[in-house]
């Protein structure tokens, strides 16, 4: 059963704290795609990675960081430089070609 | 800077009724569009898509135009029903197709 897996769904976490999202992907999908979801905005690109152990910054990277060791993992990092890192966090990926991007059922943060 | 734009964030329609829900972009190097469907609390799921050498793609009761001259495509929803309550995403990628720009959603509304 093909898709992809983000954990956990709520996460709760301290001002000062680093916490990592967890995506996985059984798809054998190249691309992946980190995006962030405010009320009442779009979704907005945090990074992606077309390709094993390379990835490049969206437009809202400042204060995230992202690993992609392997190629069904990508896991985000949300770091103590956020500014405002409550939000509801989804993971996606793509064949690397033209294609609909497929997500993950998201992750919920909150920082308090 | 907001390349993709979806200027109604809702709209309520009676059931069997048409639902349009509209999107314009401002970059002329989009060729590939889509939309996804979003209930809350779960990722975007792929609805419909098209490329910009056509201006019509039909799939059952979803139909997307697209009208290149006006940077404006259209999602429309024939009959509507009350399970379409969500809300929609338009989305744009270049010919690379690697990165994707979303607007920020119309909440669509099916009265019984």
């Known amino acids: 059963d093909g898709g992809i897996t983000q954990s956990p769904k709520y996460l709760f976490r301290k001002e000062g704290q680093n916490v990592t999202l967890s995506c996985e992907q059984n798809l054998n999908h190249d691309a992946m795609y980190w995006y962030r979801q405010d009320p009442g905005q779009g979704l907005r690109l945090i990074y992606y990675?077309?390709?094993?152990?390379?990835?490049q910054k969206g437009d809202i990277a400042e204060g995230y960081s992202v690993s992609r060791e392997k190629k069904e993992s990508f896991p985000l990092t949300v770091t103590s430089a956020q500014k405002n890192p409550t939000a509801f966090y989804l993971c996606?990926?793509?064949?690397?070609?033209?294609?609909?991007?497929?997500f993950g059922p998201g992750t919920r943060l909150t920082v308090t | 800077d907001q390349q993709v734009k979806q200027n109604s964030p809702s709209l309520s329609v009676q059931e069997g009724r048409i639902s349009i829900l509209n999107c314009d972009y401002t970059n002329s190097m989009f060729d590939y569009f889509l939309w996804y469907k979003k209930y809350p609390a779960e990722g975007p799921t792929f609805l419909i898509s098209i490329s910009s050498i056509k201006d019509k793609n039909e799939d059952g009761r979803f139909t997307v135009f697209l009208n290149k001259s006006a940077k404006h495509l259209s999602l429309h929803i024939v009959p509507s029903q009350p399970g379409d309550s969500a809300v929609y995403f338009c989305?744009?990628?270049?010919?690379?197709?690697?990165?994707?720009?979303f607007g920020t959603g119309t909440s669509l509304t099916v009265i019984p």
């Open positions: 996606a990926s793509n064949p690397g070609t033209y294609g609909e991007q497929y």
């Open positions: 989305a744009a990628s270049g010919r690379t197709g690697n990165q994707f720009y």
């Open positions: 990675s077309q390709i094993v152990n390379d990835f």
